[in-house]
């Protein structure tokens, strides 16, 4: 029997090369590159905050004092993960600490480029 290709990997989820765009390995969150240009720019640094009761983490690029100000968020650093450009933020602590999954898995997020906010589901 005969199964063309696109249905076998239809059936199976996104390969490597169609890697989810936010995902957690390693207890790092990992952010594909255009999504971190879209919303760090060139930013090193960025300002993180976790709501427990919304299981919801918010990011915003450090530039953006606004967003520090009214979520009294913590600065993290922004690493490069790779030569494609790919980031990553080590969330070793704050998983400890709310007692979260740190399974490597793909999470849920919603981008809000006009506001430079990335919101992710934990």
């Known amino acids: 029997m005969?199964?063309?290709?696109?249905?076998?990997?239809?059936?199976?989820?996104?390969?490597?090369?169609?890697?989810?765009?936010?995902?957690?390995?390693?207890?790092?969150?990992?952010?594909?590159?255009?999504?971190?240009?879209?919303?760090?720019?060139?930013?090193?640094?960025v300002n993180l905050v976790y709501y427990a009761d919304r299981r919801t983490l918010m990011i915003a690029p450090q530039s953006e004092e606004l967003f520090k100000q009214l979520h009294k968020a913590k600065q993290h650093m922004l690493k490069d993960r790779n030569a494609k450009g790919d980031k990553t933020i080590a969330l070793h602590e704050l998983l400890i600490d709310n007692e979260i999954d740190s399974s490597d898995r793909t999470v849920a997020f919603d981008c809000q480029k006009a506001l430079k906010i990335l919101t992710v589901k934990l």
């Open 2 to 45: 005969f199964i063309p290709p696109n249905k076998l990997k239809n059936a199976f989820g996104p390969s490597e090369g169609e890697a989810a765009q936010v995902r957690l390995k390693s207890s790092h969150l990992l952010i594909d590159r255009e999504l971190a240009l879209d919303i760090f720019g060139d930013d090193f640094n």
